[in-house]
């Protein structure tokens, strides 16, 4: 049977819980279909808007006005770990794989956190934004991170050159290591929610929402504004379609609006139609939908069902109401936590049929993040991997029921086996004596069995060729071992000599600076004494005297001042 279940986050407050059953409980996973009902908890956790990520194993929440990540497990339905950060944590998303392999953090200080939860590797961008990164989102394809901040700008990074142990050089032409590569600078005040199309493909769009009464939607890819809609008040919480057709905001009133991309008439996609582009859209105030009651407070997050019928929304008041998308109004209260509701995730469906892998990879154990500072070393070489670099997973078998069918896998028998399989290593032998025949094309090769019945001469014969075109097939390996090896020692070699490169050139350049310098001191102190023999002599003369011979005298002074001076930096030198 389907079900459909989501997560809800709450900050703590002041206020005592009503239920004893939520009394100190800060997450928790409650069943929205087929029936309302809680379904577990996490106790001590106070998160923030867009404060909260889950993975399949995992909930990371980041707690409110503190610098530590809680790490929950919901295998084990505990908190696993308390991972401390050097800044507040003020937005968290999930990136990689679908097991969430790296979490990406938004500090107070305006940079990026990225932890590789299976390694413990932590990787951290300059400090970008000018304050608080307030809103974060991950693109489908985890190929870009969108970070919002309170100074009205949204930077696009690349993940993948995060991540990267090459890093680009840097120069007067080219952006330092761990920058952004786009920035996004059309609203004019604060950053407040931000959220992203559903293609993986090379368009998709990204709706950011700030204080200035605007949501722009604009394609990150590129940086081009594609639509700009004017609310009728401040937005704090945006949430997509699931089909790209429409975006919804929800209000610091407690209402929640749907803004339809298609109500324009326009012969191509309205977002793309140019003279669409240039003429920003009103929103009208009358079409909001209104909660139950006028003490709902803002909407701090939006979440949309499956199918896109049941918009959910979380709200100061502690309540999580249910949205009828299609009749655009308030349809029920699916959940009251009493404490306000900061972040409201839906989860995947359960029993939707799927083909089933027979292995899956899980991160049962989680890391804590180390800062890499091998990346900061000049010494290091480009592109190196660290030697304590070590990955962290489990391998474990499906348990679909596809699995209990009598067909064999040769792939999970060959994984699961003590040794390399008999009967693999005999099927690859022969497919090579039937792949040196002439004639024989990859189909027969594939169809052979090696428990063909041939005649004793035959099979011999068919050994022996075999054996020999092995040993050949060795000594090739072999020579291309050692080229390789050798390759492999002349990049170490050259890699080596360009690190040294780098370093005297350093050198010759400190040198030239020193020397720079000291001309210019020099030049300095010959200005300086002429200044002071023109003093002297115009002195001498008023007062009667011979301004020459004061000159003579003062020549006859600076010259053992300066054999002096010469003496001491020759004996420095």
């Known amino acids: 049977m389907l079900s459909e279940c989501f997560v809800a986050s709450t900050l703590a407050s002041a206020k005592p819980s009503a239920s004893a059953s939520l009394r100190d409980v800060g997450i928790c996973f409650h ?34 006005e503190k610098a530590i990540v809680h790490v929950y497990s919901r295998e084990k339905g505990n908190q696993e770990a308390t991972v401390p950060f050097p800044e507040r ?35 951290a961008t300059t400090a970008a934004h000018l304050r608080p990164v307030t809103a974060l989102v991950v693109d489908p394809s985890s190929n870009f991170v969108l970070s919002g901040s309170s100074d009205a700008s949204i930077h696009v990074w690349s993940l993948v050159d995060l991540l990267s142990f090459t890093k680009p050089p840097s120069g007067r032409d080219r952006q330092p290591p761990n920058s952004p590569i786009r920035t996004f600078s059309n609203h004019r005040a604060a950053v407040t929610a931000i959220a992203v199309g559903h293609s993986t493909g090379r368009y998709n769009i990204a709706v ?57 008439q326009s012969i191509q996609h309205p977002l793309y139609d140019t ?28 979440t949309l069902s499956y199918d896109g019928m049941t918009l959910l929304s979380g709200h100061e008041n502690g309540k999580v109401y249910s949205w009828n998308v299609g009749r655009r109004k308030y349809a029920s209260t699916v959940a009251d936590f009493t404490h306000p509701v900061t972040n409201v995730i839906i989860l995947p469906l359960e029993g939707l049929y799927q083909q089933a892998a027979n292995l899956k990879r899980v991160a049962h154990t989680i890391v804590k993040p180390r800062y890499d500072h091998t990346l900061s070393e000049n010494t290091q070489a480009v592109g190196t991997v660290p030697a304590d670099y070590e990955f962290n997973t489990h391998l474990l078998r499906s348990s679909s029921a596809s699995e209990t069918t009598t067909t064999p896998d040769w792939f999970l028998e060959a994984f699961s086996h003590s040794s390399f399989p008999t009967s693999m290593l005999e099927q690859g032998l022969a497919e090579l004596a039937v792949m040196g ?25 068919q050994i022996d060729s075999l054996e020999r075109e092995i040993a050949t097939l060795k000594q090739k390996a072999s020579v291309s071992d050692a080229a ?90």
């Open 275 to 302: 003279s669409l582009q240039a003429t920003p859209a009103q929103v009208s105030s009358e079409d909001r939908w209104l909660p139950p009651s006028a003490d709902s407070g803002a909407a701090h997050t939006l």
């Open 31 to 64: 069943e929205l279909q087929p029936s309302s009902t809680l379904r577990s908890t996490l106790k001590k956790s106070s998160t923030a808007p867009n404060c909260l990520a889950v993975s399949v194993s995992h909930v990371f929440a980041a707690q409110s």
């Open 437 to 461: 025949q002439p004639g024989q094309d990859a189909t027969s090769v594939a169809s052979m069995d090696v428990a063909i019945d041939i005649d004793n001469p035959a099979k011999d014969s």
């Open 208 to 264: 950011s929402a700030a204080q200035d009464n605007t949501a722009i939607a604009w394609d990150y890819r590129t940086g081009h504004v594609l639509r700009n809609f004017l609310l009728p008040s401040n937005a704090a919480s945006v949430s997509l379609d699931p089909v790209d057709r429409a975006f919804y905001v929800g209000y610091e009133d407690g209402s929640v609006q749907s803004v339809d991309f298609y109500n324009h």
């Open 484 to 573: 390789r090896q050798t390759t492999a020692d002349e990049i170490t070699k050259l890699r080596s000599e360009l690190v040294n490169l780098h370093n005297h050139i350093s050198e010759l350049n400190e040198k030239q600076e020193q020397s720079q310098r000291g001309k210019i001191q020099r030049q300095a102190r010959k200005e300086e004494r002429a200044t002071r023999r023109r003093e002297a002599w115009f002195a001498a003369e008023k007062k009667g005297k011979s301004g020459d011979s004061v000159l003579r005298r003062m020549e006859v002074e600076e010259d053992s001042e300066t054999s002096g001076t010469d003496d001491q930096s020759s004996d420095e030198h």
């Open 89 to 123: 944590i003020r937005s968290i998303a999930v990136a990689g794989s679908k097991n969430g392999d790296i979490v990406v953090l938004g500090t107070e200080g305006g940079r990026l956190i990225l932890w590789e939860v299976c390694t413990g590797r932590q990787v």
